[in-house]
């Protein structure tokens, strides 16, 4: 179990979670500046954060099917149908959001809240492991994939303070696509076209 949040997460995940944020990004940002989409229309204007956020949710679920993918991934569900990915190690929870700036936690909420006390360095609660001597473990550290921006996208690891008041320390997440490397850029654009696939085939239903 990590004991201080530079330890919670590795190089692999890292660059798992830069891949999410980064191909469902850009597909939003296609979806968008489509011409023809009916996303164009300004009536959809106030919704576009949403299917923003929506997206990388949905290419975190994409790439969780992936047999090298570092986490455990679950569901967490919310009243009217709303769903939000939950990913777990053995150091981390940690789930997605949007923010206006890595330097601002997103939106408070009672989940988040109470997961930010898992970021307590003296009082963080105590869970049963009975496999362990002695019987008890920390609970993993809560995260948030934090991402945003305009022309430029950010992406970070937010660990917010208990009481969800503050953020207590964050990590940059690496920009793992790189134009000079051919492989890359079909892979990249590979996720890309499965993502927009998807979302077209559930536009309604996310709308």
Do not use: W
């Amino acid at each position: 179990m990590a004991t201080c949040f530079k330890d919670a997460i590795s190089i692999h995940e890292l660059s798992t979670l830069s891949s999410i944020v980064q191909v469902g990004d850009s597909t939003y940002k296609e979806l968008m500046e489509t011409q023809d989409s009916v996303f164009s229309h300004p009536y959809f204007y106030d919704i576009r954060g949403r299917i923003r956020t929506k997206l990388v949710q949905m290419q975190c679920e994409i790439e969780s099917h992936d047999s090298e993918f570092p986490f455990d991934f679950t569901q967490r569900e919310f009243s009217y149908k709303h769903i939000i990915p939950e990913l777990r190690s053995k150091n981390i929870i940690i789930h997605i959001t949007r923010s206006v700036s890595p330097a601002k936690l997103s939106y408070k909420s009672k989940y988040k809240e109470a997961l930010s006390y898992n970021n307590e360095p003296l009082c963080r609660q105590f869970a049963m492991f009975l496999d362990e001597t002695p019987p008890y473990r920390l609970d993993p550290f809560y995260g948030l994939l934090t991402f945003g921006g305009n022309e430029q996208t950010f992406s970070v690891i937010q660990f917010p303070a208990p009481g969800y008041k503050d953020i207590a320390e964050s990590i940059i997440i690496p920009q793992v696509i790189s134009i000079e490397s051919p492989e890359e850029a079909e892979t990249f654009e590979r996720k890309k076209a499965r993502l927009k696939k998807e979302f077209l085939a559930h536009e309604v239903n996310i709308i």
